[in-house]
């Protein structure tokens, strides 16, 4: 028997800030205040960025691997917007290549639930890896540094030693 070219994966990351979910909303919709914890943030500056925050938009990033046995290779991050609730709920359908090479087809889901004065996020991901990808697992710790970047940045203390 042929072993599977696909690996299938779904994770849950939840996670508090201390700001109102309105605030952790427009972190992911303004296209400034994405940048900087998404495509930026503490590992350097994305060689590439745009985001089109609607339904049916896009968002593209394009950074270089700065580290392990792929250092130095294009990494790309495309998404589209299936759905936007403001300051509840965004959903994209996302696709990561590594070089030339597509290594994941992912949808992702955040929402934003009011708690006391500050928000608490659910990220969802159900993801496709396919041969010479990430996998399931350096993925979940790829989404649990980005949400800690996000808090950082909701803080104010993203790249401040």
């Known amino acids: 028997m042929e072993k599977h070219s696909v690996t299938h994966s779904t994770f849950v990351i ?4 201390p700001a109102a979910p309105e605030r952790v909303f427009a972190a992911f919709s303004d296209p400034a205040q994405k ?6 943030g503490e ?6 960025y745009k985001l089109d925050f609607r339904i049916g938009g896009s968002e593209h990033t394009r950074r270089r691997i700065d580290a392990g046995p792929f250092k130095g290779a294009p990494l790309t991050n495309d998404s589209i917007y299936q759905d936007i609730v403001a300051n509840r709920r965004v959903v994209i359908a996302y696709t990561m290549t590594l070089g030339e090479k597509r290594i994941s087809a992912s949808q992702a889901t955040f929402e934003f639930l009011p708690e006391g004065k500050g928000t608490a996020l659910t990220f969802t991901e159900q993801s496709a890896f396919f041969e010479g990808g990430d996998g399931p697992e350096m993925r979940k710790q790829g989404w649990e540094w980005l949400l800690g970047q996000l808090e950082k940045f909701l803080a104010g203390s993203l790249g401040k030693n």
Do not use: K, L, Y
């Open 14 to 17: 939840e996670r508090n800030f």
């Open 35 to 40: 940048r900087r914890w998404f495509a930026d």
């Open 43 to 48: 590992r350097g500056q994305a060689e590439e």
